[in-house]
């Protein structure tokens, strides 16, 4: 097992993580007659990429994570990739290619970072992989992806479900202080001020409890809680402020 199988496989229980996974399973398990595509999104930081990474490890999809520069031929080459198939010459018969593999292996597809494929009007591409293929597949995004697609009617009408990515809670933050702290005990007054102040992004709860856990480490403490850490910044995202004599 790979680092990053492990990791994925310890944060199955988090809540968006099973969101994400649960939808992926809407669409695999879906009656023949209904749209396949379904929709998993919401604001940066909320653990979109990791959940995307447990579904594909559970349901053995192709996973791709768009970026900006790509170009529609750039988006098929790399699904082309990870299916191992080596690509066509043209852009129509890519997608043929990627059509045909999607209905052979029976696998579903995971698109990641989709907004960049809706930004530059892209997302017709995908409409005929799934036409040509009637796979399950997964568009991941940011918070506006429904609005932004609801201008296409052809693909929006296809979407069987759209899924928002919720809040970190405390039963994960629970759980990822085993991944990011767990040499150390938390205490529920410091992980409350945390949870406050990160306002439900995973990843700043992340970075702050691997904060807490380095902070005790350095200072000889098993266990941090407010009184521990006094008057140690809670980590934002926001650069300090230049100290000027």
Known sequence: MTQ??????????????????GVLEQAI?????LPGLVS????????????AAYAANRYNAYHVACKKSWTTKAFLQNVLKEMGIKEARTISDMADQVAEQLSLSGRPLIIDE????????????VRDVYEGSNAAILLIGEEQLETNLSANERFHNRVLKWVPAQPATYSDAELLKQLYSPKIVIGDDLLKK???????????????????????????????????WADQPIYIGKAPQRKVA
């Open 4 to 21: 990053e199988e492990a990791v994925v496989n310890n944060i199955a229980p988090l809540t968006n993580v099973a969101l994400c996974a």
């Open 114 to 125: 989709f907004d960049y494929m809706v930004a530059k009007g892209y997302e017709e591409i």
């Open 40 to 51: 998993f999104y919401g604001p940066s930081g909320y653990g979109k990429s990791f959940a």
């Open 194 to 228: 945390i949870m406050t102040a990160i306002k439900g992004c995973t990843r700043r709860l992340c970075i702050n409890l691997h904060n807490v856990q380095s902070f005790a480490i350095d200072e000889g403490h098993s266990h941090v809680s407010l009184t521990e």
């Open 29 to 33: 398990s879906r009656p023949g007659s």
